[in-house]
């Protein structure tokens, strides 16, 4: 990023990101009947649920959980019905994850959720939500692949 954008603005994004983060979230009194998750919970079935059939390794890696970490996720999401495990057809070693109808169902409903809250707060910006989803996705994927992030400074 170019010197010009100042480390106070950089923060000011990232302290807004965060804040509208906590607005949208589904726990509060306006949630949608959903099935409620942790952060570990929803971090992975989100990536099920983008991924259909990546293994549990795969999900680890991606969501840069510890495996077991990560397998105990997974065995929650299991157990509350959002996830399914299946043996891969060409390797029975190999387990696939999948996101089940109830999931599907609790992912249409957050998505709703969402698009309410966003829709009532930017009263028909088009342009805009376009302008600042591919800002942020921008932003997620050098931050997922774009290397170690700096030390923090005392």
């Known amino acids: 990023m170019p010197p010009s954008v100042s480390d106070g603005a950089l923060a000011e994004l990232a302290d807004v990101v965060m804040r509208v983060a906590r607005e949208i979230d589904p726990k509060g009194p306006q949630a949608p009947d959903i099935v409620p998750l942790t952060g570990t919970e929803a971090l ?3 990536w ?3 991924n259909p059939g990546a293994s549990p ?3 680890a890696r991606a969501t840069a959980l510890q495996r077991s970490n990560c397998s105990v996720a997974l065995r ?3 157990a509350k019905g959002l996830i399914e495990r299946q043996t891969a057809p060409d390797d029975a ?3 696939r994850l999948h996101p089940t109808a109830l999931a599907d169902e609790s992912v249409q409903k957050l998505h709703a959720y969402w698009a309410g809250r966003l829709r009532r707060a930017l009263d028909g910006d088009e342009a805009g939500v376009q302008a600042a989803a591919a ?5 997620e994927e050098e931050l997922r692949h774009g290397g170690d992030p700096p030390p923090m400074s005392s």
Do not use: D, E, Y
């Not at 800002?135 to 932003?139: E, G, V």
């Open 48 to 50: 099920v649920h983008h």
């Open 57 to 59: 390794s795969a999900v």
């Open 135 to 139: 800002l942020l996705a921008r932003i």
């Open 44 to 46: 992975v079935m989100r």
């Open 93 to 95: 070693r190999v387990t």
């Open 76 to 78: 929650s999401l299991v």
